[in-house]
């Protein structure tokens, strides 16, 4: 992967910014899109991901395993930046080293009164910038 | 559907905000995202969409139908609203009275020098707000 993307990236994952979505799909091809929270991309190839509520998100992975990571910034409809992230669910932790990591973080923010159900662990298949159209 | 939703709905899709994206998948479960600039929902069940980029978004719309829509108003990292509008393709026009409609306003708008390649017609099947978490 280009080490570019992998940079912009890390750094717009690590963020955790309000605008973070994850996308996902059930086996009927039924999409969803959620708002996430709390998140790290830990190495090239790799995200952890807090989940404490996110129901359905949940319920697509443990049945298709993948998605797709959006971080967009439009610094109030004026511009448009920001990445796109393809993961493929590899683990779902509910203990363990991730799940501490990601404890961490979570206890950290705003939503430290949610108990963390599940630290999810991608494995990165692709990056994209968030526009591809060419002029 | 709820009527609230729908005028939420309608307000935040008709304002084609920067923010807007439409989710889409293949047959293989590859999830897709994209931001999407010009659309218009024209009743409580009917959305119509430019599509000038976007292939890939295309090619899945055209493989399994389905996606969400998600327009997020972030106020620039201090606050969180939007609406969450899921949706199935009906019709691809390359003419006809939707897409003279969607060319109309793409016309007034900076993506007017791009060729209109189709209009998207999408029945709402579902209408959700940005985050179900309960504290």
Redesign the interface.
Known sequence: MNQELILKAKELINAN???T?L???D?E???????ISIMEMIDDETIICAR??A?LTHANLKE?????F?V?L?????T?DGI?V?VELKEDQTQGEYYDRIKKRLDQTKYC??ELKNCWVFKVTKILP??????
Do not use: H, P, Q
């Not at 091809?29 to 708002?35: M, S, T």
């Not at 298709?64 to 797709?68: D, P, S």
């Open positions: 910014y309000i605008s979505t996308s996902t799909v086996k091809y039924n999409v969803n899109i959620a708002v404490f509520g129901d298709t395993g993948k998605g797709v959006l967009l439009t610094d109030n409809e004026r448009k796109r393809y009164n949610f968030v526009s591809m159209l060419k002029r």
